[in-house]
């Protein structure tokens, strides 16, 4: 069993920063894929971001985060964390971290056994 804990989340304005973190605990395993999805009001749970832990670290980013949003980890703390720049309103939501040892399946959410509680996001204009 895998517990994630999100923290970072709160209120900032446009165009402002902010960085989650995804602190895992329990069983870990030697390849496995962490991810970040959200959920905005009304809307459905959608991929943002994920990494590939193996021999080296592969990213992957959902076009609307692409070149703002920075996933990136440090694997002794299994932790990951998210670097959100220019923050746009739109990118108000509910942030949860997951993770899967189907790391074929980075980018689909279904394919995430554990997830976390999740943190709110929420960018004022």
């Known amino acids: 069993q895998v517990q994630l804990k999100e923290s970072g989340g709160g209120l900032v304005q446009a165009g402002g920063s902010l960085r989650l973190s995804c602190a895992a605990s329990?069983?870990?395993?030697?390849?496995?894929?962490m991810g970040w999805f959200r959920r905005a009001p009304g809307k459905n749970r959608e991929f943002v971001a994920s990494?590939?832990?193996?021999?080296?670290?592969?990213?992957y980013y959902a076009d609307s985060v692409k070149g703002r949003f920075t996933i990136s980890g440090d694997n002794a703390k299994n932790t990951v964390y998210l670097q959100m720049n220019s923050l746009k309103p739109e990118d108000t939501a509910v942030y949860y971290c997951a993770s899967t040892e189907k790391v074929w399946a980075a980018v689909t959410q279904g394919a995430y056994d554990y997830w976390g509680q999740g943190t709110q996001v929420t960018v004022s204009s």
């Open positions: 990494i590939i832990w193996s021999i080296t670290a592969t990213t």
């Open positions: 329990g069983r870990t395993f030697s390849s496995y894929a």
